[in-house]
């Protein structure tokens, strides 16, 4: 045998990729500062004004002033700080947290650019955002809680119409109470029906969920153009009004976001909560995370793979059907076609980009309740961007945050995939 | 080593095993059985649910007849089918591609719709072009368009891994926006008017109506042999090419794909740009063909009904084109059921769905219908 | 009738020329058909799916109908239509464009509210960015306008602005929630009355109005009268700025089925009752006699000419 | 417990995987159970652990007929089992793994997991398990995740314990301290039953042996009385050699060599750490180690598969260290894959497709941008037929093949070609002894014809029979090399080397 000399360890540096990372992230922070200082400052004068309490409310906290120009190029400094540690002590473990921050300072820039000699109410803002961010948490919780168990759920927004539309027609019938339990248990169907489909007549998940989706859309639309014009008080239910939570509720700005809405808001919070502790820390929550990721070894384990999807896909289902019964028990008391609008797909976006956790579904639907509030906000602003680049910016925002953040976020291992006993 | 394999007589143990099994009854079954099945059970339900409406049994009975008069049952019906049909089935085709190369692209309606501007805008900046040049340019640049905003979704996903369903979904919600500011543009926009409209797209450049010559409102468009040549191109691709081959083995396993030196990064982008340019393509038929111009939201969901029809049509390019068919009728039928029996269009919606239902999961309906099929082995088989 | 996308339920624009249509009904003994439409591709099928069905005249209801309409009447010289909110330049023969001073009701409406406005803000937001719907956003913000220039105030209109012709825009006229969202900004920002010019959209703004007391946040009407088609939120309508289709579709059956009809275009203004403002209805009490009385004389000056709306 | 399986019949559609088998299991005893591949080891065994249910006859426990609706109910009478296929969901922690199914819980169904690492810990002490119970699956080498196995079946207090080929995958270090835990375990009186191809650890371990034929029990005997030679016959049908027949090697030309290669893995730890090797036309270099040494990471350089961080790759004389995978497969590089499911077919593509997975580019295959469908499907039988791939169709989906043949399917398609370098990652694992012949056979043909042949594997002995020269590598490194022409590399030494043992004590 002859011995192999040793080779001598590596002294040449080798980028690793968290360093990799630091440095795409210390770049990007420091091109935004340039672009607040050049695109924001220049020539900002005025202040801007944040209203943080109503008239209404019983302790009036002052406007938040900001004095426009001065702010932006403390924005920047901060950004152009944040971007610089990245640069020089790459590798660390804020990486991420740095980015976030970078991009909350981005956000506040532009408004206070977006408000500069002008006002509006920010509490009013952030309450909508809570508002406009729930059917779309509620829509990727259920998305969590049926891809946990590896059933794909494209049928999250036909669940949601589905809530809607039978919140108000038994809303309409029993009351809003009845009305939001029939909406739960027809969510609940639908939600069983996917099961039915996809486990025991093995359906492409995808197939299926469109299929639903399509079903949901023609049946409701069907309805209410065929009964609901000629028979209006089948249409008219009442909607659950904001309650408000004594001493939480006024608190300034947190009270009115949080601690004084209706139940949906509630409910999504607690349903939230909920979720992560039965996910993570239940005897059956480990059960239906094995069978999403490992189905045969559960079955050698004895637990009961097509009961487990069974009972998630049903609970998110009803979930679903709970965030629907939102569009016309929590808001407006009536059903209208397609009154969804495509919000169940983007709590599918939300439960990717929340990581197929529950609060991760949560944050990433309050980032587009924001956008949409925000924009809202900016028509009435008069600014000079074309609104429909508003619009678009937080799908853009999502697009790069997905790609750069979470582009090797897992979806559960059996995730799609039918599982065949035998 | 050195196997010569070049022209290689085979023996007999080698000939044997170029059998291919022949098609029995279960493809049979598969194929025609319980599809025309799923179709009828479908109407049934449909009539059943227009029962549970309060519908009575006589305009029942004229709402079929209309939907089969308004789809199949004149010239006209036949072109408002087939005019339904083209966006549908091109579209169809590139995501049923898609689908092949384990791409779930749910972007062929911002595909579409930017294909389609970007075929109107391209047709009325260059009138004066003669119409052997200006139709076919305007069609390659809704392609050409549609190829590149399918690419973004494509690039992200190769380059980052960023999922390709969270993009598409985004991208479409992007397109709408990018649609409503061109159209407003002063280059884009109609003259004279405030709302977002773009200009119409030239004589020379519209994709000539068939059967004019019967009737001037006959729709039926030359964008229909863009169709038939689309179905035929794809199946080539997917089946016969090279590149197919890859779409193929890297949407079954992408793992083996690259072990076996096929660049995914490649392949996905590749395979995301034909898809764009085939919603591109629809996107163009639909506006050098029927709309003449391009206004807010005029693709009006086909992207979303293509994603049922490539899946009804399990990807295959002749499914999609049958696939096609059957829903193009269908909508045009409707419209008349509508008419004629005052039940609404959306009736239709609920009976296509019933069809992919009963299609799509062909163990349901040996389920409830046992008898006349045959002991399905499948079912007891499956993995492993 | 062939409708917008808004569909016949709407409470507003479609369904008030489809009970011009039913009226008719009644009335004439004729016979009518409806065909709705769910997208703007489905414009031109669902005329041409008329064109085979025999109808005497046929509706479109809706500015976007414009260019289909006009080509079908084209390919189809003996079919009469009549279209809705679309005046043709030049004319076509067989083709009655109905078209609507909206902005003389709404003028009236602007000084309503402004005057009952207690904020001193109020509100307005819109469909689209079309000339049917922008229409009475200028006629609310001129009467405003003449209400603060007559007084000296000094009230405010958010969601629209005349001279840079920016506003807010849910950019559709189906999403309910939309309307309640939108309305709900605009109260954020002060308003107490909020004008919403989108169809069904405003029936979420309605909703919102009924959930803070009308006290809070009223409602102005567009189209019908909405205390009559929304009874259900009849409450929170300060009043309505009544676009009469109903009866110029009535009138238009009326002259086709003794032979009269004739293309061109008629409008519907304050004077010959095409539009007009809607009843107070229960805020009648709400309102004090003099701003009523102010309101009603502006309708005569409009009338006469004495106070121009536009400019 | 004693437990019988009278008459046993399965079928698949068509496949009857076992028919009318009948076997005895005895407390205190470890049964062998021998079979080619397919023979239906696996699904005899799926069926007593409640995972499949038999078409006919019965299982009785103690001389009581029962009946298993699912593994809950096999489970619950003692009988478990350690799946051929790991049963383990990568992202959870070993503590996690073994509870599923049998959680300890506190209030409102919360799991306990301090009481479950604490019984973990209990079983780990009790058997010598050395399992850390809060490491993930994933992260740990298949020899531990191999004893997470049987710590789950302990777990669940099993006494009739069900091994399917557990020593595949395993290292011999790790394969004796395996034997040491079944020992302890038929002494403490359970039933166990041990699958596995290889035969002198069936020897070894058995107190009585079962041979499976085509679902049919073809054999019993007594491990005492049988050699090796007379088992494989009982499996096979036929006699086979177990030494690979070769002449000594006939080193040529450098046809790979390795400088100074430096890889990294995603957690940016280094796999390969500054490793030079050169490999010979004309011989078989066999690369001796432990799984997750590195080893996989070489050949990922070497292949393409991933780019090297570090150091520069040759390829009978070109450069090719940027070079992509289907070049280097272009220049005559073959590569068997390690994992032939994963990366090396497609099981729902044909045969015949398969086949051309890498090279349907060829002009040989292609008429300009299309596949020449005919001509690959002629190929495709050709090559089924010169390596043996029992097959009806080459049309049929690859998938439906049996581990052996697809294995023999994926070396068809790697070595029918003009090739200069085979690098063959576990070329043979989990097959049965007549396809592991044959597939040598091939191997060793190639090197005669003049090809540098590599082999990677974690089967000691099919190292020492195939190599002509044998590295061993530890820790990203090659820590020793040895000469094995004739076979005279001393079997403990790399042993020791493998095992990371300092160089004084491997010289
Ligand atoms: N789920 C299944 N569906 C169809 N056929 C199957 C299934 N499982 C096994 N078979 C077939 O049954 C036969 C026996 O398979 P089995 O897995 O029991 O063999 P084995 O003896 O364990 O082989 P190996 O040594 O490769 O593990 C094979 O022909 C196999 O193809
Ligand atoms: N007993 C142990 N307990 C916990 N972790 C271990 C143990 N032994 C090794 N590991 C970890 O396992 C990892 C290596 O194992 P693995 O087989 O996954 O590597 P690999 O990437 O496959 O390596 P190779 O490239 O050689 O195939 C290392 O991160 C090491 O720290
Ligand atoms: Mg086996
Ligand atoms: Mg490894």
């Known amino acids: 045998m002859t011995d192999v000399t040793e080779t001598s360890i590596a002294t040449q540096k080798i980028e690793t990729s968290r360093q990799r990372q630091s440095r795409v992230v210390g770049i990007l922070l420091i091109a935004l500062a340039l672009f607040v200082v050049f695109v924001f400052g220049m020539g900002l004068s005025g202040d801007a004004t944040f209203r943080l309490s109503r008239p209404t409310d019983p302790y009036a906290l002052p406007n938040l002033v900001v004095p426009a120009g001065p702010f932006t190029y403390v924005a920047a400094a901060l950004l152009g700080f944040l971007g610089a540690r990245e640069l020089i002590r790459g590798g660390t473990r804020w990486t991420s947290l740095s980015l976030g921050f970078g991009l909350a300072i981005l956000v506040f820039a532009f408004l206070v650019w977006a408000t500069a000699g002008k006002s509006f109410s920010l509490t009013g803002m952030l309450q909508a955002t809570v508002v406009r961010a729930m059917p779309i948490a509620l829509g990727g919780l259920a998305g969590v809680l049926c891809e946990r168990v590896a059933v794909v759920n494209i049928a999250i927004e036909g669940m949601l119409l589905a809530g809607a539309f039978t919140g108000a027609l038994i809303g309409s019938l029993l009351g809003g109470w009845g009305g939001l339990v029939a909406a739960v248990l027809v969510g609940g169907a639908f939600g069983f029906m996917l099961a039915a489909l996809v486990v025991t007549y093995r ?18 639309s069907y309805v209410s153009s065929q009964v609901f014009s000629e028979f209006r008080h089948l249409n008219n239910a009442p909607v659950f009004r904001a309650v408000k939570i004594p001493l939480l509720g006024d608190i300034p700005v947190i009270g009115p976001m949080l601690f004084n809405q209706n139940i949906f808001v509630y409910g999504a919070l607690i349903l939230v909560a909920l979720a992560t502790y039965y996910l993570f820390h239940t005897r059956s929550g480990l059960r239906a995370r094995a069978v999403g990721e490992h189905p045969r070894a559960a079955d050698t384990l004895g637990v009961d793979v097509y009961r487990t999807r069974y009972i998630h896909v049903t609970l998110g289902g009803m979930v679903a059907g709970f965030g629907g019964a939102w569009f016309t028990l929590g808001s407006v008391g009536r059903f209208d076609e397609n009154m ?74 059996a995730d799609g995939k039918p599982y065949v006993k035998e | 080593m050195t196997t010569s394999i070049g022209k290689r007589e085979l023996d007999d143990a080698g000939r044997a095993l170029l059998k291919r099994s022949t098609r029995g009854r279960e493809d049979f079954e598969d194929l025609v059985v319980v599809p025309v099945f799923a179709v009828i059970v479908a109407l049934i339900l449909g009539a059943l649910i227009m029962l549970a409406t309060g519908v009575d049994l006589p305009t029942i009975g004229k709402s079929f007849v209309a939907l089969g008069k308004g789809s199949v049952g004149s010239i006209n019906a036949l072109s408002e089918t087939l005019t339904a049909a083209i966006p549908l089935v091109l579209a169809g085709l590139g995501l049923g591609l898609g689908f092949r190369a384990g791409l779930f692209n749910i972007g062929a309606e911002g595909q579409l719709l930017l294909g389609g501007t970007a075929a109107v805008v391209f047709s009325f900046t260059f009138d004066g072009l003669p119409f052997l040049l200006l139709m076919p340019l305007s069609l390659l640049a809704g392609a050409v368009v549609g190829a590149l905003y399918a690419s973004i979704a494509g690039v992200l996903k190769a380059t980052t891994g960023a999922h390709e369903v969270i993009s598409t979904i985004m991208l479409n919600l992007i397109s709408y926006q990018i649609l409503n500011y061109l159209l407003r543009q002063p280059y884009i926009q109609k003259e004279g008017r405030s709302d977002p409209i773009s200009k119409s797209v030239p004589d020379a450049g519209e994709l000539p109506r068939l059967l004019d010559w019967i009737d001037p409102n006959l729709r039926v468009h030359a964008g229909l042999f863009l169709m038939l040549a689309a179905v035929a191109v794809v199946w080539w691709i997917l089946f016969r090419s090279k590149i197919g081959f890859a779409f193929r083995a890297s949407g079954e396993n992408p793992d083996a794909a690259r072990y076996a030196g096929i660049k995914s990064g490649l392949i996905i982008v590749a395979a995301m740009g034909t898809a764009g340019a085939l919603a591109g393509l629809a996107g163009a038929a639909q506006v050098l063909g029927v709309l003449d111009r391009a206004s807010p939201g005029f693709s009006a969901g086909i992207g979303f009904n293509a994603i049922a029809l490539a899946l009804l049509g399990r990807s295959h390019p002749v499914g999609i084109l049958i696939a096609g068919l ?7 039928g409707g419209r008349q059921m509508q008419v004629d029996a005052g039940v609404s269009i959306d009736l239709i919606a609920i009976i296509q769905s019933l069809i992919i239902v009963f299609i799509a999961a062909p163990l349901l309906v040996r389920a409830i219908f046992p008898w006349g099929f045959r002991k399905s082995d499948k079912a007891a088989g499956g993995s492993q | 009738q062939v409708t917008d996308t808004g569909g016949i339920d709407d409470n507003s624009f479609n369904q008030t020329a489809w009970k011009g249509v039913l009226d008719a009904q009644e009335k004439l003994g004729v016979e009518g058909r409806y065909l709705e439409s769910q997208a703007e591709t489905d414009y031109e099928a669902n005329v041409n799916s008329l064109l085979g069905g025999q109808c005497d005249v046929i509706f479109t209801i809706g500015f976007l109908l414009g260019d289909a309409t006009a080509n079908a009447a084209k390919a189809n010289p003996e079919q009469k239509f009549s279209i809705v909110d679309f005046a043709y330049d030049p004319t076509i023969p067989n083709v009655l464009g109905q078209v609507y001073a909206t902005d003389q009701a709404a003028f009236l409406a602007g000084y309503l509210s402004a005057g009952m406005s207690k904020t001193g803000i109020v509100g307005t937001f819109g469909g689209i960015n079309i000339p049917p719907v922008t229409i009475f956003m200028d006629g609310f913000a001129a009467g405003v306008g003449y209400y603060n220039a007559q007084k000296g105030t000094s009230v405010k209109v958010l969601g629209w602005n005349p001279e840079s012709r920016e506003g807010l825009f849910t950019n559709n006229f189906e999403s309910l929630d939309d309307g309640r969202a939108f309305a709900q900004n605009l109260y954020d920002e002060g308003a107490d009355i909020v004008l919403p010019v989108a169809g069904p959209v405003g029936l979420g703004s309605a909703a919102l109005a009924d959930e803070l007391g009308t006290e809070a946040l009223k409602i102005v009407g567009v189209d019908a009268d909405l205390f009559f088609t929304d009874p259900e939120k009849k409450h929170v309508y300060l009043t309505s700025i009544m676009k009469r289709m109903d009866s110029t579709v009535y009138q238009v059956i009326e002259t086709t089925m003794n032979g009269n009809f004739e293309g061109g275009l008629i409008v519907g203004t304050l004077e010959n009752g095409g539009v007009g403002l809607a009843p107070y209805h229960d805020m009648e009490a709400m309102i004090p006699d003099d701003l009523k009385a102010e309101v009603e004389t502006i309708r005569q000056g409009i009338i006469d000419g004495s106070i121009k709306v536009g400019g | 417990m004693d437990v019988e399986l009278r008459g046993i019949t399965k079928r698949f559609g068509p496949v009857v995987a076992n028919d009318a088998v009948n076997l005895k299991i005895k407390g205190g005893e470890v049964l062998g159970l021998l079979g ?28 009581k007929p029962v009946t298993f609706a699912g593994p809950g109910d096999s489970i619950a009478a003692g009988i478990g089992m350690v799946h051929q296929h790991f049963m383990l969901v990568p992202v959870f922690t070993v503590a996690e793994n073994v509870v599923l199914g049998v959680e300890p819980t506190g209030r409102f169904d919360h799991l306990d997991l301090n009481t479950a690492r604490k019984q973990v810990r209990e079983i780990n002490d009790r058997y010598g398990l050395e399992v850390d119970p809060d490491a993930l699956i994933e992260d740990l080498p298949v020899g531990i995740q191999q004893r997470v196995e049987i710590l789950k079946v302990l777990f669940r207090s099993a006494d009739v314990l069900i091994l399917d080929e557990p020593t595949a995958v395993l290292t011999p270090q790790e394969v004796e301290d395996f034997f040491e835990i079944v020992k302890s375990l038929r002494d403490a009186g359970k039933a166990i039953v041990f699958i596995t191809h290889k035969l002198h650890e069936i020897l070894e371990i058995s107190d009585r042996i079962s041979v499976l034929r085509g679902g049919r029990i073809t054999g019993q005997g007594d491990p005492h009385e049988l050699t090796e030679a007379q088992l494989a016959e009982m499996m096979v049908g036929r006699p086979v050699s177990f030494t690979v027949d070769k002449t000594p090697a006939q080193p040529g030309r450098p046809m790979l060599e390795i400088k100074d290669l430096l890889m990294m893995r995603d957690n940016d730890e280094i796999a390969v750490d500054h490793v030079s090797m050169t490999v010979n036309s004309g011989e078989v270099v066999g690369i001796a180690g432990v799984q997750g040494n590195g080893q996989t990471a070489l050949v990922e350089a070497i292949t393409g598969l991933k780019h090297a961080s570090a150091g520069s790759i040759v390829f009978d004389g070109d450069d090719i260290t940027r070079a992509s995978v289907r070049d280097r497969h272009r220049r005559g590089m073959a590569h068997i894959p390690e994992d032939r499911h994963k990366s090396g077919m497609i099981g729902n593509f044909s045969i015949a497709e398969n086949m051309v997975l890498n090279s349907y580019y060829d002009e040989e295959y292609s008429n300009g941008a299309a596949v020449n469908w005919p001509h690959v499907a002629e190929t495709a039988a ?3 037929v010169d390596f043996d791939v029992r097959t009806p169709s080459v049309f049929l989906d690859a998938g439906n093949l049996s581990g052996g043949n697809q294995q023999k399917m994926v070396v068809a398609r790697e070595l029918e070609r003009e090739t200069k370098l085979v690098i063959a990652a576990q070329p043979t694992r989990g ?27 974690s089967e000691l002995d099919e ?8 590295l061993v590598m530890f820790k990203g490194r090659i ?18 080397a493998m095992a990371g043992a300092t160089k004084g004590a491997a010289a």
């Open chain 1, 203 to 220: 359906m492409d998940q995808i197939v299926a969920g469109v299929v639903i989706n399509l079903f949901v859309l023609g049946l409701t």
């Open chain 1, 340 to 413: 969804t609008g495509g919000r169940g797909f983007i709590g599918l976006a939300a439960m990717i980009f929340g990581r197929w956790h529950p609060v991760g579904a949560l944050m990433a639907a309050l980032v587009f309740g924001f956008a949409d509030s925000l924009q809202q906000k900016l028509a009435l602003l008069n600014t000079p961007i074309p609104s429909e680049f508003l619009s678009m910016a937080p799908y853009i925002a999502t697009m790069i945050v997905v790609a750069g953040l979470i582009g090797r976020a897992r979806a559960p291992a």
């Open chain 2, 326 to 332: 059957l829903f193009g009728g269908l909508e045009a």
């Open chain 4, 36 to 63: 080619e591949n397919g023979a239906g080891k696996s699904t005899l065994m799926n069926v007593l652990c409640g995972l499949y249910h038999q078409d006919e006859g019965e299982i009785l426990i103690d001389g």
């Open chain 4, 382 to 384: 050709a090559f089924c």
């Open chain 4, 431 to 457: 097959l049965d002894v007549g396809s592991i012949e044959y597939i040598h056979k091939r191997l060793i043909q190639s090197r005669d014809e003049g090809d540098g042949v590599l082999i990677v594997s």
């Open chain 4, 463 to 470: 190292i020492m029979g195939l190599s002509d020269r044998i």
């Open chain 4, 479 to 496: 820590v020793a090399e040895f000469d094995n022409t004739g076979g005279k590399a001393d079997r403990n030494a790399i042993g020791l």
